[in-house]
C-alpha cells in the first residue's frame, strides 16, 4: 500500500500578489520623475551666474564672427567698444576673430547689476579683466 503524504505531491501556490505591488510602485517611481521635469525645468535651475557666464560668451562668440561692434542683442545701450574689455586683444572694432573664453571666475550678482572676472585668449594673447553686465527684461547684457 502506498501512504500518501501531506502535501507532498502538490504543487506549491506562489502569489502574483508581490509582482504586482512591485510593478505598481515601479511606474508610480516613473510618473513622479516625470511630474519633476515638467514641473521644475532646467531653466528654472540656471543660476544668475551661470545667466553672466552665458552673456560673456554670447557676446564674445557673436564679437568674433561679426563685424557689427557690438553685436545686436548682446551689449547694454551705449556701449563703447573702446572701452571694452577686449578692446586692446583686438585692436579695434574692424576686427573680427575667434574669441576664446578661457575662464570665467567671481561672478558677483547686485539685483539687475553683475560682474565678472573673464580671462579670454585672442591670437594667443592672454587677458584677464572683470566684465560689467546689466539685466534687461530677462537678459544679461555686456556693459563694459
Given at each position: 500500500m502506498s501512504e500518501?503524504?501531506?502535501g507532498g505531491d502538490e504543487p506549491e501556490?506562489?502569489?502574483?500578489v508581490p509582482f504586482v505591488a512591485a510593478g505598481v510602485v515601479a511606474v508610480?517611481?516613473?510618473v513622479g520623475i516625470v511630474l519633476a521635469g515638467v514641473l521644475s525645468p532646467a531653466e528654472?535651475?540656471?543660476?544668475e551666474a551661470d545667466k553672466l557666464a552665458a552673456a560673456v560668451r554670447n557676446y564674445a562668440d557673436a564679437r568674433g564672427r561679426s563685424d557689427l561692434v557690438p553685436p545686436p542683442g548682446t551689449a547694454c545701450p551705449g556701449f563703447d567698444e573702446a572701452a571694452s574689455p577686449l578692446a586692446e586683444q583686438l585692436g579695434g572694432p574692424e576686427t573680427s576673430t575667434d574669441i576664446e573664453v578661457a575662464e570665467l571666475a567671481n561672478p558677483v550678482v547686485d539685483g539687475a547689476r553683475g560682474r565678472i572676472t573673464v580671462t579670454t585668449r585672442v591670437d594667443g594673447r592672454t587677458a584677464t579683466a572683470t566684465w560689467n553686465l546689466a539685466k534687461e527684461g530677462d537678459r544679461w547684457l555686456v556693459c563694459g
Open positions: 500518501q503524504q501531506p501556490v506562489r502569489s502574483i508610480l517611481v516613473l528654472k535651475n540656471v543660476t
